[in-house]
């Protein structure tokens, strides 16, 4: 390698370097960027949630048995309460496995 050739290598490795220690600046930037709106955006949550905290439900929310209760109601008139076959009628009122499993459940 002649000192032409050593010279230009060099010149392309200093390039390339620059060229890199650019794209580092503008990674950090970003990243800075992302981490202020990052800490902007865990204030506004924590705010939100301590205003949700504050708030009494409108709804009184319905117990599990209520629900259950109302279930088997509706299995009792004569529809299906599974998942697969929800609100459709069943056949002679014959009992259906997937119904009785879910109002068996513990």
Not at 3 to 21: C, I, T
Not at 44 to 56: G, P, Q, T, V
Not at 62 to 83: A, M, P, T, W
Request: proline content about 2%; charged content about 35%.
């Amino acid at each position: 390698m002649d000192k032409r050739e050593l010279f230009k290598a060099f010149e392309d490795v200093s390039n390339n370097l620059m060229e890199n220690f650019a794209q580092v600046e503008l990674m950090k930037k970003k990243l800075h960027e992302i981490m202020e709106e990052n800490s902007q955006l865990r204030l506004e949550n924590a705010k939100l949630r301590e205003r949700l905290s504050d708030m009494e439900p409108e709804v009184p929310v319905k117990s599990s048995v209520q629900g259950r209760g109302n279930l088997e109601s509706i299995y009792e008139d004569g529809f299906h309460v599974c998942n697969n076959d929800y609100g459709k009628r069943r056949d002679n009122n014959e009992d259906c496995l997937f119904c009785m499993e879910l109002l068996n459940r513990e």
